[in-house]
């Protein structure tokens, strides 16, 4: 799974036990990301809807939640991902614009990024196992890059996994149904047909997720996009519609309790944490103003991400600024009805 900003990684046990103790039967998961939390649900026999706006995001969705592991052929998967690991690599957008511009990859291995992509494109374009090829992909460049887990910078000097040959997997897959949406979240939510659980996850602050992953992007449209800057920035990161109302702070809080106003579920789980824009308080005001019998706030210590932790660097590898501090508290919110809410919280709060 990709090294990557706001994962729930760590608190995916407490979620599971979340959904576990509401007795849910479907679930939603609004800004799947990664779908580390969607994978979770549907692991339990939930019918899962993960949704997100990112083009690499959806793609994750369509391989690890709308993919039933039962209908895939694994011996033709195995098949494809060899051949595509036996392709020899050539110079192309990737090698190019990621190896030579910028050092976010090493040229042996962005030439078979641009030889798979390519072939992707070609030869399996309209075939069910495009979203797991690109998944594989995309999980196989992560493994072999050189960054501390966003691609706003590369690291001054390549990291040591930069030098392994970089080689696809097939993709752990899921059995049971699901679905993937490609949509803008303050849109789609207003269209969702009733669940038993809707999990939000939004952006905390003014780091956008567009520009913290171009390159997955970039790498799943193929677009060849105009770039700009030290870190090859897609062009059109530039443009209006690109920016999330989530990365806002004069916008933020009034779009999020309106998505809250819009939801229509029975639970209602939120991960938030002490470093955005929305207090403690006035979450939980809003959530019971959206008419929530009962609301429960877990918390959490926690790392902050890598790159808070080593400091910020200048293109010429000078570390700028002083870290503030190295952990955080994250915060779940369980919202609902009460006989529910209080089922949910004490499956985590009675071990």
Same mark, same amino acid.
């Given at each position: 799974?990709?090294?990557?900003?706001?994962?729930?990684?760590?608190?995916?046990?407490?979620?599971?036990? #979340?959904?576990?103790?509401?007795?849910?039967?479907?679930?939603?998961?609004?800004?799947?990301?990664? $779908?580390?939390?969607?994978?979770?649900?549907? %692991?339990?026999?939930?019918?899962?809807?993960?949704?997100?706006?990112?083009?690499?995001?959806?793609? @994750?969705?369509? $391989?690890?939640?709308?993919?039933?592991?039962?209908?895939?052929?694994?011996?033709?998967?195995?098949?494809?991902?060899?051949?595509?690991?036996?392709?020899?690599?050539?110079?192309?957008?990737?090698?190019?614009?990621?190896?030579?511009?910028?050092?976010?990859?090493?040229?042996?291995?962005?030439?078979?990024?641009?030889?798979?992509?390519? $072939?992707?494109?070609?030869?399996?374009?309209?075939?069910?196992?495009?979203? @797991?090829? @690109?998944?594989?992909? #995309?999980?196989?460049?992560?493994?072999?890059?050189?960054?501390?887990?966003?691609?706003?910078?590369? @690291? %001054?000097?390549?990291?040591?996994?930069?030098?392994?040959?970089?080689? #696809?997997?097939?993709?752990?897959? =899921?059995?049971?149904?699901?679905?993937?949406?490609?949509?803008?979240?303050?849109?789609?939510?207003?269209?969702?047909?009733?669940?038993?659980?809707?999990? &939000?996850?939004?952006?905390?602050?003014?780091?956008?997720?567009?520009?913290?992953?171009?390159?997955?992007?970039?790498?799943?449209?193929? !677009?060849?996009?105009?770039?700009?800057?030290?870190?090859?920035?897609?062009?059109?990161?530039?443009? /209006?519609?690109?920016?999330? =109302?989530?990365?806002?702070?004069?916008?933020?809080?009034?779009?999020?309790?309106?998505?809250?106003? !819009?939801?229509?579920?029975?639970?209602?789980?939120?991960?938030?944490?002490?470093?955005?824009? =929305?207090?403690?308080?006035?979450?939980?005001?809003?959530?019971? /103003?959206?008419?929530?019998?009962?609301?429960? &706030?877990?918390?959490?210590?926690?790392?902050?991400?890598?790159?808070?932790?080593?400091?910020?660097?200048?293109?010429?590898? %000078?570390? $700028?600024?002083? =870290?503030?501090?190295?952990?955080? %508290?994250?915060?779940?919110?369980?919202?609902?009805?009460?006989?529910?809410?209080?089922?949910?919280?004490?499956?985590?709060?009675?071990?």
């Amino acid at each position: 799974m990709f090294k990557y900003l706001g994962s729930k990684r760590v608190l995916v046990p407490v979620l599971e036990k #979340l959904a576990k103790g509401s007795e849910a039967k479907t679930a939603v998961d609004l800004f799947t990301g990664t $779908t580390r939390v969607a994978q979770a649900f549907k %692991k339990q026999g939930i019918h899962t809807t993960a949704a997100d706006i990112a083009s690499y995001s959806h793609v @994750l969705a369509q $391989t690890y939640i709308a993919t039933d592991a039962k209908q895939i052929d694994g011996d033709e998967l195995q098949q494809v991902i060899e051949r595509l690991n036996a392709l020899p690599g050539y110079d192309g957008y990737i090698t190019r614009t990621y190896c030579e511009n910028a050092r976010f990859f090493q040229p042996h291995n962005g030439r078979r990024i641009d030889a798979i992509r390519d $072939t992707i494109e070609a030869d399996y374009a309209h075939s069910p196992l495009r979203p @797991l090829l @690109l998944t594989s992909l #995309l999980e196989a460049a992560d493994r072999v890059d050189s960054t501390t887990g966003v691609q706003m910078a590369y @690291l %001054k000097k390549w990291a040591p996994r930069s030098y392994r040959n970089m080689e #696809l997997r097939v993709p752990e897959l =899921i059995p049971g149904p699901g679905k993937a949406i490609h949509a803008d979240a303050t849109k789609l939510v207003r269209e969702l047909p009733a669940t038993d659980l809707l999990y &939000l996850d939004p952006p905390y602050n003014q780091h956008r997720y567009y520009t913290n992953y171009h390159i997955w992007e970039t790498l799943v449209r193929w !677009d060849a996009p105009q770039t700009y800057g030290v870190a090859q920035k897609r062009l059109d990161a530039r443009e /209006e519609h690109t920016k999330s =109302i989530f990365n806002s702070k004069p916008r933020m809080k009034a779009a999020f309790f309106q998505l809250l106003q !819009d939801a229509n579920a029975q639970i209602v789980v939120v991960s938030y944490n002490n470093e955005a824009w =929305i207090t403690a308080e006035e979450m939980t005001r809003e959530l019971y /103003e959206n008419g929530h019998e009962d609301v429960r &706030l877990l918390e959490f210590d926690h790392a902050r991400y890598v790159g808070a932790r080593i400091g910020i660097y200048n293109p010429e590898g %000078k570390k $700028t600024g002083k =870290i503030s501090h190295t952990r955080n %508290k994250e915060w779940i919110f369980v919202a609902g009805p009460k006989d529910r809410v209080e089922a949910a919280s004490a499956a985590v709060e009675g071990e």
